[in-house]
């Protein structure tokens, strides 16, 4: 069983009593590989000889949960999207009323392109060119190409 609520210090009490990859299976709330970097970065030891972690009972960080020395990719914590209330700001230096830019900014979206997957051949020397191009101008390589074949069209057209 899971146990969301599971500490630093019951993680070791409990590898005391087994294996640390069974205990990983059967109760932390995460995979062994971040319930290991979580008993790290909370301050836990990890004795080679007896292969257990080890924590003070006194330690600051014994009675914290595991997850919250989780670095979770999934969690992401929206940013709130900065929205000007009025068109007018006071200037705090010279006192005077200035137009606020974000106010009337016009969100645009990128059009959505539905891409299909292409494979060609192609010379080894050219591509190796593609490749450095792409990269000095940080792009993928089929932005590059694909911007370089939408130009030949629309000259052709």
Request: hydrophobic share 35%; proline share 4%; aromatic share 6%.
């Amino acid at each position: 069983m899971k146990n969301m609520e599971l500490t630093i210090y019951e993680v070791t009490e409990l590898n005391e009593r087994m294996k640390f990859l069974d205990l990983a299976k059967e109760h932390a709330p995460v995979g062994k590989e971040k319930l290991r970097e979580a008993l790290k970065s909370a301050g836990a030891t990890f004795d080679q000889r007896t292969k257990r972690w080890h924590i003070d009972r006194s330690h600051p960080n014994a009675d914290k949960k595991v997850l919250d020395f989780v670095q979770s990719s999934r969690v992401s914590i929206p940013k709130p999207k900065k929205i000007a209330s009025e068109p007018l700001k006071i200037d705090p230096v010279t006192g005077q009323s200035q137009l606020d830019d974000d106010y009337f900014a016009i969100e645009t979206r990128p059009e959505h392109i539905i891409r299909k997957k292409v494979s060609l051949d192609m010379d080894v020397a050219l591509h190796k060119q593609l490749k450095q191009i792409a990269l000095e101008n940080d792009m993928k390589l089929y932005e590059l190409v694909e911007g370089v074949l939408r130009d030949y069209v629309r000259k052709k057209t």
